[in-house]
């Protein structure tokens, strides 16, 4: 690595270290919904959404000299060199004043897994796994109409190889470390939003629920037992 680069890697991973972004890790094969459950995830909880694909597709857009050698990697299902998706994820969490960040589609394999740990130091809070057969994915994606290069039954079968046999262990890696959260996204889009929201909602509003029929019980039996205080009080003649 050249002087500038390693200048350049060095300052990124300070600054990188004093923002000390909260990532959550979303993976799932392509078509189980990564993208329909983070849009939700951002409007209930404030994250910010960051696809890989999504940055990907923008760098073919904008004529970078990477532009052709991703396009084609889209094409083929192909993962693209980690270098390129974290340089991109890096420079999308640094521009974004917020520190709480949804990353869609990323690590897609050991290499992206251990490059970004190496890079950013940034260990995720938890990885939300979208857990769906392969014959849903296959019709989702083929019905999704978005233009996508990839959403054809060609590579719509790579990109399920590389998904079992690159993307899945890392999956394990982290569920190795304890660190995954699998939800059922066979379900409809709501079913699955609902299992999403309980990993997200903050351990104190759920105590408070759980607290908040006690709270109920408590106030009532204090209003019947000075009820009857009173009651009591006017049978032995206390109020006049
Ligand atoms: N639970 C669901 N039930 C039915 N259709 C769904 C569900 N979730 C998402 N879809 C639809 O399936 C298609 C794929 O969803 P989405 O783009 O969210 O998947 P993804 O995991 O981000 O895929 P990719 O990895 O290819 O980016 C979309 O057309 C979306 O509307
Ligand atoms: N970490 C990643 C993520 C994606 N890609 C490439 O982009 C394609 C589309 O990704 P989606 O998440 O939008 O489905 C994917 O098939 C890869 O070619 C990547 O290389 N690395
Ligand atoms: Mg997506």
Known sequence: MGTVEAANKK???????????????????????????CANIVEHFGYTHLSA???????IKSGSENGTMIQNMIKEGKIVPSE????????????????????DGFPRNEENRAAFEAVTGIVPE?????DCPEEEMEKRLLGRNQG?????????????????ESSLPVIEHYNSKGKVRKIDAAKPVGEVF???????????????????????????TSLISSSAEVLKGIEDGKFG
Not at 13 to 31: D, M, N, R
């Open 11 to 37: 300052a990124i991973e300070s600054t990188l270290g004093q923002k000390k972004p909260k990532v959550v890790f979303v993976l799932g094969g392509p078509g189980s919904g990564k993208g329909t459950q």
């Open 53 to 59: 694909g999504d940055l990907l597709r923008a760098e």
């Open 84 to 103: 390129v998706t974290i340089k991109l994820l890096e420079k999308a969490i640094l521009e974004n004043e917020n520190d709480k960040f949804l990353i």
């Open 126 to 130: 938890f990885v939300l796994f979208f």
């Open 148 to 164: 996508r290069e990839d959403d054809n039954i060609d590579t719509i079968r790579k990109r399920f190889k590389v998904f079992l």
């Open 194 to 220: 609902e299992a999403v929201k309980a990993l997200f909602t903050p351990v104190d509003d759920k105590k408070l629920w759980r607290l908040r029929p006690r709270g109920f019980y408590v106030t009532v």
